[in-house]
């Protein structure tokens, strides 16, 4: 896997997630009580400007009542990339070991299980770090490199309040523009720049919609290619 020296700037996002109770199919009500009782935030915190895209979602789940494992679904393929390299470290980013947590492949989708022991300790909090790899996903046309994610990539209950971009280095992307598409459609009136950080905001955007986040700056390398 390469990295080209000239494409290593870091993006930074960061999405908080409240974990409703939108179910995606019938269940028993022991299994809806299970899937209710939770919220979690959620942090996508490492993009890497070239054609691998580094993920870490550090997540910070509350449960509330009696759950034995966590999963996490991911897509196996999304725009044209593939993801790879699934790793669960702990909230110290340490790694954990095989037993407390299993990567599965069913169907389109990677499972992530997640050993719980809640029963351990009275806090029901339990924190962890989910890191995985998207090769080729940013895509490269007329001279400019685009990539777009959507920060809930596989359907999940509950939905996104808010959506942060920090370009560091930012003088190195040559006309970036984030835009976010809700329901297919642009709409900015969530972006709000901040120019004291550099931060992009997408504010309280509609929990019943699907959205997505894009960036695009010009590339030299890109023209070349």
């Known amino acids: 896997m390469k990295t080209r020296a000239l494409f290593s700037v870091f993006l930074f996002i960061t999405a908080v997630f409240f974990a409703g109770c939108t179910l995606l199919s019938p269940e028993t009500e022991t299994e809806r009580e299970k899937k209710e009782w939770y919220f979690e935030t959620f942090d996508v915190v490492a993009i890497i400007q ?33 993801i790879t390299d699934i790793v669960v470290r702990d909230s110290d980013n340490e790694l954990l070991d095989d037993v407390d947590y299993v990567v599965e492949k069913r169907g389109d989708v990677f499972e992530i299980v997640i050993e719980l022991d809640l029963e351990s300790s009275p806090s029901k909090t339990r924190e962890w770090v989910i890191g995985y790899t998207l090769l080729d996903g940013i895509s490269c046309a007329n001279g400019q490199n685009s990539f777009m994610w959507s920060v ?31 329901g297919g459609e642009t709409d900015n009136q969530y972006v709000m720049p901040d120019i004291h950080t550099f931060i992009s905001v997408a ?23």
Request: hydrophobic share 30%; with cysteine.
């Open 50 to 82: 070239d054609q691998t895209v580094h993920f870490s979602e550090r997540q910070k789940v509350t449960f509330r009542g009696d759950f034995d494992t966590y999963v996490r679904e991911l897509p196996r393929t999304y725009n044209g990339g593939t």
């Open 203 to 225: 504010e309280n955007i509609p929990f019943t919609k699907e959205y997505e986040l894009q960036l695009t700056w010009n590339s030299a390398e890109c023209e070349k290619n």
């Open 152 to 182: 809930i990539p596989f359907p999940r209950t509950g939905g996104v309040k808010s959506l942060r971009v920090l370009v560091e280095n930012e003088e190195t992307f040559d006309d970036l523009k984030p835009e976010v598409h809700i």
